[in-house]
């Protein structure tokens, strides 16, 4: 008798163990859908919260909270004009003089990689990769004197920018490309990004661009986009008329972590 009523405990206790940890697994995939689409909707993310999940406005809240509390947004206003944004959780900035040698991979273990420590492997990999070929390509190619570049995360993403005082890599890619002027340029830049080439001017970028969930290619008033999502490329007007301009946004989370942030009922 003893022993079954010390069984009835025991799968009590376990029964308590696995409430908590669906609550607990619950709550994270609730944050995580917050992170994913509070910039989607910044003021009326507590709504979209509480219609996804089944839950009420107040419990809404208190998620959106917590995640106040915990450092990874920012909030603005009170009660029904309140705002949430995902907050700049590091940050780092650096100019660097070109010399002969200047080593992108040493400048990004030290200054980068502390930053991105606790982030998967691939993501550290892919942006130092992302780094020094653009860097290497500055020194190399733009005939750059000085080259600054900028790194900052949120809890959803990790964007890099890189700029150098070269020539303009679209100047470059006339040459490269017999095109007759940098407009001219970037649409045969992107001709060839949509049709996948691996052969001619710009490949490394192309290939590199890729493995990002956003890429730009910024000078002469003109940037390249990709877009991985849309799987798809486009040129827009832009701010950057001298030197070269290359950014890139990366997610922290993979594309299937992020699929389970869609609301189960």
Not at 114 to 137: H, Q
Request: net charge positive; proline share 3%.
């Amino acid at each position: 008798m003893a022993s079954f009523a010390a069984k009835l405990v025991d799968n009590s206790e376990r029964r308590s163990l696995n409430a908590s940890s669906v609550e607990r697994s619950r709550t994270r995939t609730i944050q995580c859908f917050i992170i994913e689409h509070v910039d989607d909707d910044p003021r009326g993310i507590a709504r979209r919260v509480a219609q996804a999940y089944g839950i009420s406005r107040q419990a809404a809240n208190r998620h959106l909270d917590s995640l106040v509390d915990a450092g990874v947004l920012d909030q603005a206003g009170q009660t029904r004009a309140r705002a949430y944004a995902l907050r700049r959780m590091a940050a780092v900035s650096r100019e660097l003089r070109v010399t002969p040698v200047l080593n992108p991979g040493r400048v990004w273990d030290d200054h980068v990689l502390p930053i991105l420590a606790g982030d998967r492997a691939m993501l550290r990999e892919t942006c130092r990769g992302f780094f020094t070929e653009v860097v290497e390509n500055a020194v190399t190619h733009a005939g750059a004197s000085w080259i600054s570049f900028e790194l900052v995360t949120t809890a959803r993403e990790v964007d890099v920018s890189i700029r150098d005082d070269g020539r303009g890599i679209l100047a470059s890619l006339v040459d490269k490309l017999k095109a007759v002027t940098p407009r001219a340029a970037a649409e045969r830049f992107v001709e060839q990004a949509h049709a996948r080439s691996t052969d001619g001017a710009g490949t490394t970028l192309i290939l590199l661009a890729r493995g990002l969930d956003m890429f730009t290619l910024a000078s002469h008033g003109l940037a390249c986009e990709f877009d991985r999502a849309a799987d798809s490329w486009a040129i827009v007007p832009s701010d950057v008329d001298a030197g070269t301009c290359v950014t890139c946004r990366l997610h922290r989370t993979t594309p299937r972590e992020r699929s389970h942030t869609r609301p189960r009922r």
